[in-house]
């Protein structure tokens, strides 16, 4: 247990419903990425906060997905109108901006099964 | 741009037998790298990290593995290997300069360890 958590574990839905996961993140730590997994694949950066400011979109990001962390604590991924091409486990992370060699602990994941 | 090469999608080796799990990675920075383990319906795991002070780094669980600039490699070793390896292995590299950079994944390497 990294002390990353996320939730829920699992979500189940059907195309075009709206789904949202939640990510805390280890106390102390001021940045939080979201990155996406599909069978077979290495994980893939979506986005990340420094505090409340998202500073970096992928391109993977698509204008369905909204990201936010309102306090800089906890952060919510938002996926509008859901594709089966969602369908994957979306990893949260988080890093102390002091860490020079970029190290991130993860969270266990949200796997998604668009129906 | 980074990117990482894990040259194996599949190793199977035999219960107290090495293990070698091949990475190479392109970067245009100072990289730092990383492998970490993803055991079945669990989270992303750092086994171990490389971040300039010795090219061999050791980590946990026995595994190690050796920065060797002039090949642009990071294999993975262990020199005998549990069924409790028996695991998703990914290689990350990672701007070592910049704390703001997402970690870049390989495809990973399947491990297989028969009894």
């Known amino acids: 247990d990294t002390g990353v958590s996320q939730n829920p574990r699992h979500k189940i839905t059907k195309r075009g419903q709206n ?21 077979g694949q290495g994980p893939e950066f979506l ?12 391109r993977l ?10 306090k800089g604590s906890f952060s919510t991924l938002e996926i509008q109108r859901t594709e089966q091409g969602d369908s994957a486990m979306y990893l949260c992370a988080s890093s102390l901006i002091t ?17 | 741009a980074q990117s990482v090469t894990q040259l194996d999608s599949h190793v199977s080796v035999s219960e107290g037998t090495p293990v070698l799990l ?3 990675y392109s970067s245009s920075y100072s990289p730092s790298l990383f492998w970490y383990v993803q055991h079945p ?23 190690e593995a050796e920065f060797k600039k002039s090949e642009t490699s990071f294999h993975l070793t262990k020199p005998s290997a549990h069924m409790s390896d028996a695991a998703e292995y990914f290689c990350v590299v990672s701007d070592r300069n910049s704390g703001n950079t997402p970690l870049v994944f390989g495809k990973g390497t399947r491990l297989s360890v028969i009894a």
């Not at chain 1, 805390?24 to 997994?37: F, T």
């Open chain 1, 61 to 70: 990001l698509s204008d369905r997905f909204s990201a936010e962390r309102p």
């Open chain 1, 47 to 58: 986005t990340y906060f420094q505090n409340e400011a998202q500073l970096e979109k992928s």
């Open chain 1, 99 to 115: 860490t020079v060699n970029n190290e991130q602990f993860f969270g266990p994941g949200t796997r998604l099964t668009v129906l």
């Open chain 2, 41 to 63: 319906n669990k989270g992303l795991q750092l086994l171990l990290k490389y971040t300039s002070a010795a090219t061999l780094v050791k980590g946990i669980n026995g595994f």
């Open chain 1, 19 to 39: 789904v949202t996961f939640r990510c805390d993140p280890i106390s102390e730590h001021n940045r939080l990425y979201w990155y996406r997994q599909t069978l």
């Open chain 2, 22 to 24: 091949r990475c190479n």
